[in-house]
């Protein structure tokens, strides 16, 4: 068989069903070869997008999402989408196209250094030089991708290889061993959590990639001990118990604030500090931190840790559990905290002024939804809101980037949870700035016949940047843009389209939405007044 057909044949065995991307001249015969196989195709609009859809594809999975581009700017288009899905621990492998050995010892067409490029950001990456080695590789894309910490994997193919003659076969599978901590080290974890006062527990996104609510519910049930979410964290614990702190991560002051300075223990379970720097919540470096992850943690002179539990995170706390000791707790101020956070969202409920505020339109986003369905938050001030405002029951159920957060995931993010779960109803939330980023992929939902919704905050503007400048100048600067017609654009790509015309419209706008079961996109002007008024609310809560 041809390399192309081999290289086919190995993602096969490892269980890809679908590759995101768009064809090149320096990929025809990957191209080819998979009109052979099982593998689904989808064609995207941009490659970024592409890289988009596999890293949550891998968010959801916990399998490779896999992403193709040709040679140069399909390469670099791509790179941007491997990046966030590297940084937010999501596993991905990039397959380039490239041109052939015999030209890149010299300036040629298209032609840049890829294993070199796309180096910084990924976990591994290589090219393939030798037809023999192509079941080697896919092997060690697959695996080390997969590996905690998860992350993007790059496989670089150049077109004189793939056109090769080879006979080999796909290398076995191994599956990753799981380790656990010593159980020395676990009793001294338990000793120092009987010992603190005030404790608290830093959830972040690991929980979710490692599996481990479950257990995390027996230890806050078993220690009384409240929880605190990442942005990626959310949903490790529900927002409806009663030990549930929600989410923190704004920056500055919050309500969360006050657990934080008063916590004598912060244990952070699968928290990756590239999302929530430890000087926004252990400013004076005085709290001690109880680091529960499959790795050792960063070094950071505001993240002293006292004990690190390396290992599986699951088996860690299910182990935590066998032996730490039940307790009482005074959590008043828990009770506290919890009614100022849900009393805020609670007080707009009924509002009907226009343009809609941003807590209006996560209320009625939140009434409708059930449990399970997906959200995903593109990059924006409305980043901000839903993750401080949007509760969530369950892990993956709202989907927010806080690696390296870049704008426009949402539109490609909700066509790849779709696929994943067609069962569950998928929004996209996205800014009208980062919409348009990738806005093109509505026509690849509507070609794959996907009913995701759309919920569009309109504003004009980069409303995030806005907020900043606000903050630190009192007034703001170029961030206005115009916006097309976007009923008529979501008319033309082939999606139902809603134009919100004043307040109290959004919720019936949106269960007319959900019940259409087609492709459907909500244009609701949002009101960003009510970002300056947050910031100088929060700045006046004394703990």
Same mark, same amino acid.
């Given at each position: 068989?041809?390399?192309?057909?081999?290289?086919?044949?190995?993602?096969?065995?490892?269980?890809?069903?679908?590759?995101?991307?768009?064809?090149?001249?320096?990929?025809?015969?990957?191209?080819?070869?998979?009109?052979?196989?099982?593998?689904?195709?989808?064609?995207?609009?941009?490659?970024?997008?592409?890289?988009?859809?596999?890293?949550?594809?891998?968010?959801?999975?916990?399998?490779?999402?896999?992403?193709?581009?040709?040679?140069?700017?399909?390469?670099?288009?791509?790179?941007?989408?491997?990046?966030?899905?590297?940084?937010?621990?999501?596993?991905?492998?990039?397959?380039?196209?490239?041109?052939?050995?015999?030209?890149?010892?010299?300036?040629?067409?298209?032609?840049?250094?890829?294993?070199?490029?796309?180096?910084?950001?990924?976990?591994?990456?290589?090219?393939?030089?030798?037809?023999?080695?192509?079941?080697?590789?896919?092997?060690?894309?697959?695996?080390?991708?997969?590996?905690?910490?998860?992350?993007?994997?790059?496989?670089?193919?150049?077109?004189?290889?793939?056109?090769?003659?080879?006979?080999?076969?796909?290398?076995?599978?191994?599956?990753?061993?799981?380790?656990?901590?010593?159980?020395?080290?676990?009793?001294?974890?338990?000793?120092?959590?009987? @010992?603190?006062?005030?404790?608290?527990?830093?959830? %972040?996104? /690991?929980?979710?990639?490692?599996?481990?609510?479950? =257990? #995390? *519910? &027996?230890?806050?049930?078993?220690? @009384?001990?409240?929880?605190?979410?990442?942005?990626? %964290?959310? /949903?490790?614990?529900?927002?409806?118990?009663?030990? =549930? #702190? *929600? &989410?923190?991560?704004?920056?500055?002051?919050?309500?969360?604030?006050?657990?934080?300075?008063?916590?004598?223990?912060?244990?952070?379970?699968?928290?990756?500090?590239?999302?929530?720097?430890?000087?926004?919540?252990?400013?004076?470096?005085?709290?001690?931190?109880?680091?529960?992850?499959?790795?050792?943690?960063?070094?950071?002179?505001?993240?002293?840790?006292?004990?690190?539990?390396?290992?599986?995170?699951?088996?860690?706390?299910?182990?935590?559990?066998?032996?730490?000791?039940?307790?009482?707790?005074?959590?008043?101020?828990?009770?506290?905290?919890?009614?100022?956070?849900?009393?805020?969202?609670?007080?707009?409920?009924?509002?009907?002024?226009?343009?809609?505020?941003?807590?209006?339109?996560?209320?009625?986003?939140?009434?409708?939804?059930?449990?399970?369905?997906?959200?995903?938050?593109?990059?924006?001030?409305?980043?901000?809101?839903?993750?401080?405002?949007?509760?969530?029951?369950?892990?993956?159920?709202?989907?927010?980037?806080?690696?390296?957060?870049?704008?426009?995931?949402?539109?490609?993010?909700?066509?790849?949870?779709?696929?994943?779960?067609?069962?569950?109803?998928?929004?996209?939330?996205?800014?009208?700035?980062?919409?348009?980023?990738?806005?093109?992929?509505?026509?690849?939902?509507?070609?794959?016949?996907?009913?995701?919704?759309?919920?569009?905050?309109?504003?004009?503007?980069?409303?995030?940047?806005?907020?900043?400048?606000?903050?630190?100048?009192?007034?703001?600067?170029?961030?206005?843009?115009?916006?097309?017609?976007?009923?008529?654009?979501?008319?033309?790509?082939?999606?139902?389209?809603?134009?919100?015309?004043?307040?109290?419209?959004?919720?019936?706008?949106?269960?007319?939405?959900?019940?259409?079961?087609?492709?459907?996109?909500?244009?609701?002007?949002?009101?960003?007044?009510?970002?300056?008024?947050?910031?100088?609310?929060?700045?006046?809560?004394?703990?």
């Amino acid at each position: 068989m041809r390399v192309a057909e081999l290289f086919v044949k190995c993602l096969e065995h490892e269980g890809v069903k679908y590759i995101f991307g768009i064809p090149g001249e320096e990929n025809i015969d990957l191209m080819d070869a998979l009109l052979d196989s099982d593998i689904e195709f989808i064609v995207t609009r941009h490659e970024t997008s592409a890289a988009f859809m596999a890293g949550t594809y891998g968010r959801l999975t916990d399998k490779p999402g896999v992403c193709l581009a040709t040679l140069g700017p399909g390469a670099t288009n791509l790179l941007t989408g491997v990046a966030n899905a590297n940084m937010d621990l999501n596993p991905l492998i990039a397959i380039t196209g490239q041109a052939g050995l015999d030209r890149q010892h010299k300036i040629s067409h298209q032609y840049y250094d890829l294993v070199d490029l796309y180096e910084p950001v990924t976990k591994w990456n290589a090219q393939i030089k030798k037809a023999e080695i192509v079941p080697e590789v896919v092997r060690k894309a697959y695996h080390v991708a997969t590996k905690e910490k998860p992350g993007a994997t790059h496989i670089d193919l150049p077109e004189d290889i793939a056109d090769m003659e080879i006979e080999a076969s796909p290398l076995e599978i191994i599956h990753h061993s799981k380790s656990e901590a010593d159980d020395g080290v676990i009793k001294e974890a338990a000793a120092i959590i009987e @010992k603190a006062k005030r404790p608290i527990i830093l959830a %972040g996104n /690991g929980i979710t990639r490692r599996h481990a609510s479950e =257990s #995390l *519910l &027996t230890l806050v049930k078993k220690t @009384k001990i409240p929880v605190v979410h990442t942005f990626m %964290g959310k /949903g490790a614990l529900s927002w409806k118990n009663e030990l =549930s #702190l *929600l &989410t923190a991560g704004m920056g500055g002051n919050d309500y969360i604030t006050c657990g934080f300075n008063q916590s004598d223990l912060i244990i952070a379970i699968g928290f990756d500090m590239a999302e929530y720097p430890p000087e926004n919540w252990n400013p004076e470096a005085k709290t001690p931190i109880l680091h529960i992850d499959t790795e050792e943690a960063e070094t950071d002179a505001h993240y002293p840790v006292k004990l690190n539990v390396i290992g599986d995170i699951n088996e860690n706390i299910k182990k935590l559990n066998e032996v730490v000791s039940s307790m009482e707790r005074n959590n008043d101020w828990v009770l506290s905290v919890r009614k100022q956070a849900i009393d805020e969202l609670e007080q707009f409920k009924d509002d009907e002024s226009f343009p809609v505020k941003p807590q209006k339109i996560i209320s009625d986003l939140r009434s409708v939804l059930n449990e399970e369905d997906i959200v995903i938050s593109d990059v924006g001030a409305h980043k901000m809101w839903m993750a401080r405002m949007y509760h969530t029951y369950q892990p993956n159920t709202c989907l927010i980037s806080n690696g390296l957060a870049s704008m426009g995931i949402a539109v490609p993010g909700a066509i790849a949870a779709k696929l994943v779960h067609p069962e569950r109803n998928v929004v996209a939330v996205c800014g009208d700035g980062s919409f348009q980023m990738t806005g093109a992929e509505l026509e690849t939902a509507k070609r794959l016949n996907l009913p995701i919704i759309v919920l569009l905050w309109r504003d004009e503007g980069y409303g995030l940047i806005e907020w900043h400048q606000q903050k630190k100048f009192k007034r703001s600067s170029y961030i206005k843009f115009g916006n097309p017609d976007f009923i008529q654009l979501a008319k033309a790509y082939g999606f139902e389209a809603i134009q919100i015309q004043k307040g109290g419209e959004l919720k019936q706008a949106l269960e007319k939405a959900i019940a259409m079961k087609k492709p459907v996109l909500i244009d609701c002007p949002v009101d960003y007044s009510e970002n300056m008024k947050l910031t100088e609310k929060l700045g006046k809560i004394l703990c």
